[in-house]
């Protein structure tokens, strides 16, 4: 399985138990100017010109790491700080690569993408077979959601389904279920706050690796045998 961590925080790798002296030279492919130049870049064109489609299909093996248990992790980053609808070479050849990652590779790729999936087109979104959209028991993260699911949609997304997180009662649930009424997606699974991960967290370590049996990693476990029997469209 191959993990992509295309968000700005790129923490992926602490979730992942990835070894420091493995995490520590992992360069994110968005960092990499000199490649991006010189995928990008159109000889003889002038400034603001360059290729949009990009060759990638070397990327992930060059440059993927492997963490415990034959994980492969493929660091993709975030562009800081760019215009709307931003189409720098950056961006292009990460919207290109991930194209190539869901669409064309035959193999099993899990994205932790930015919230505002910026590196999504309509293309690209084809080749998801489930998108899993988190909350949190907050208005501001349901209101995050919504916005993503509403744009999942419009990119033809057709697996979505929403994940409470950091739940301590049911009441929280009551509320979240009550405003999700319109989405036309029902709450799939909670996972219940769980002091052990804030641990971890704090220490640098994977959940996984601290406490394999915590409330939240029992959860997520539930979650996943749940995710293998579903008969997607």
């Known amino acids: 399985m191959l993990a992509i961590d295309n968000d ?3 923490n992926l790798s602490y979730t992942l138990g990835i070894e420091e002296e493995v995490k520590s030279k992992i360069v994110p492919i968005s960092e990499m100017t000199k490649m991006i130049e010189e995928r990008t870049v159109v000889k003889g064109a002038g400034p603001g010109v360059y290729n949009i489609n990009p060759e990638v299909s070397d990327i992930p093996d060059r440059f993927k790491v492997t963490g415990p248990d034959d994980l492969k992790l493929l660091v993709l980053g975030g562009i800081e700080e760019p215009a709307s609808g931003c189409l720098c070479p950056e961006n292009a050849l990460i919207r290109t690569l ?3 990652l869901l669409v064309k590779r035959d193999e099993v790729v899990v994205v932790d993408f930015e919230a ?3 590196h999504l087109g309509r293309g690209t979104a084809k080749g998801i077979d489930v998108m899993l959209v988190v909350t949190e028991p907050s208005q501001k993260s349901l209101d995050l959601c919504s916005k993503i699911i509403e744009l999942s949609k419009k990119l033809g997304v057709i697996n979505i389904f929403l994940i409470a997180n950091k739940i301590i009662d049911n009441s929280q649930l009551d509320i979240i279920n009550d405003r999700i009424k319109s989405w036309e997606i029902p709450l799939y699974h909670s996972i219940p706050f769980d002091l052990e991960i804030g641990k971890a967290d704090l220490n640098g370590t994977s959940a996984l690796d601290s406490n394999p049996n915590s409330k939240a990693i ?7 045998t749940k995710m293998k029997q579903l008969k997607l469209e």
């Open 8 to 10: 700005s925080a790129m």
């Open 98 to 100: 991930l194209y190539n």
């Open 116 to 118: 505002g999936l910026e």
């Open 218 to 224: 029992n959860s997520i476990k539930a979650l996943f």
